[in-house]
């Protein structure tokens, strides 16, 4: 049976997506496909530098196509499989259809039961590709004015796909406007995911392993990884029907 | 859009959240006077309750018989201190007589062989006030202001 395709895409930066998705890709025991050519992406957080790789497996898999061979994961403990990204991806000029074509090849092929993919902020051939061939689309969402109308905007756009918004940075009282903006939004017809707290020090955090498999856990992270197990329970709900 | 049930779960641990935080503590339980003694109040039998439609009717189970505990007074509601909490810099500046009062207690505690500080001490006296003591505090307020006025204050 092919992986299941997760896409998790945001209109803006910092709105915890990549740390969603590394997440969200150790918690499904997935592949986490990093389609985001930003330096400070998954990629770095994995602990992969592309600067200093002789190759780039992302890119060469792309463009020996969905019938070509399938790029191979990098896998470590306690870390989520990766197919690294690349800066040269930036300057590229793939097809979205390609993108889709090749994630659904990819997805046949690994052993994996969920491919995550990370994708760059806003609009661009490679998100759209990996929205294009998802099961399911991710979308995290910070309850504030200018990121709820980026997400109506994602609504409309992407109506039609199977979408899984995923509050993230909620303070401990989350704005009561918001919340209610976003019932509204999500209308009975989009799934809301259980919220992500703000937890601060997840960004001054040099560790590799992700939250959710880390051994030895301390009480914050493990107050942060049974809320991203929680998101990761929703993800399965949505994504398997 | 596919037309499939949705899950809501994060709006309604959203909402919960903010009802928990918009709902106001319960107002502490009144002491009971001195002169009133407790009496154990007889259980009154409850009213049979209409049985409503499509419900199976039958008797309604009468309160317990056992008498009602009598209820202590609560202990006044005191901060919890611990060793770890971050301090606060009140910066407030006090006349000096009442600073060289401070010292005179602290050097008296110590010959007494009772080492303390300053901070210690008006941590204590904050400590001691509690909320039980409103009515009284204001009383020794309008005492101190009447004996060592400070300026424009508001009237009790």
Redesign the interface.
Known sequence: MPARIVTVAAAKGGVGKTTLAYELAAALSGVLVDLDWDAGGATRMWGFDPSRAARAPLLDALERGPDGRPPRPKRRANQPALVPSHPDLSASRIDADLVADCLAAWAGAWEDPWVVVDTHPGANPLTDGAIQGADLVVVPVVLGAREMDALEAIVADYDGYRLLLVPTMVPPVPPKRFVERLAGLADGRISVAPPVSEHRWIRRRLRRAALVVQPNPGARVRAAAAELRAVADSVEVAGAR | ??D?P??????D???R??ER?SRRPPPAPRARRAEEPAVAVAPREEPTPVAAVGEGGGPAPTRSAAPRRRRTPAAPERPRLAPDLPPVNLAIRVRKPLDDHLADVIHSLRRDGVRTSKVELIEMLLWEQTSEDAEALRGRLAAFRAAAPRGAGAAL
């Open positions: 859009m596919p499939e949705t899950d809501n779960s994060g709006i641990l959203m909402r959240r903010i935080a």
